[in-house]
């Protein structure tokens, strides 16, 4: 291959400089914000932003919540217990909120395990 032509002091660096350009252009694109491939940490919101989804629980605690969600499951109700910014709560899609909140309010069943 002969270099030593007129083309090859103006085409050489261009093919350097292009090259450089690439590379620049693949780690503007790979360390830019918002395009990263690992998942960002939930961020809490307000009750009311969570969409069909609507609160028919405020525990104290996230177990307390955790057992509240079990007894919905164990009563065919699809449950998500979420952290929001006021707390833990109970939701629950709005056409089972009615059955969500009687199944709540009836007292949990009695232990398996019985002492006497």
Known sequence: MNTSGSLAYLGWPL???????VMVGLLRWTFSPGHSLIERPPKQ???ADYGLLMAVATPDTYIEGEQLRLRLLASGIRATLITTNQGPRL????????V?????LRPPPASGADPS
């Open 100 to 104: 969500a909140r009687a199944v709540l």
């Open 91 to 98: 939701m629950v899609f709005e056409r089972d909120a009615p």
């Open 15 to 21: 093919v350097v400089i292009g090259g450089f350009a």
């Open 45 to 47: 919101g307000n009750p």
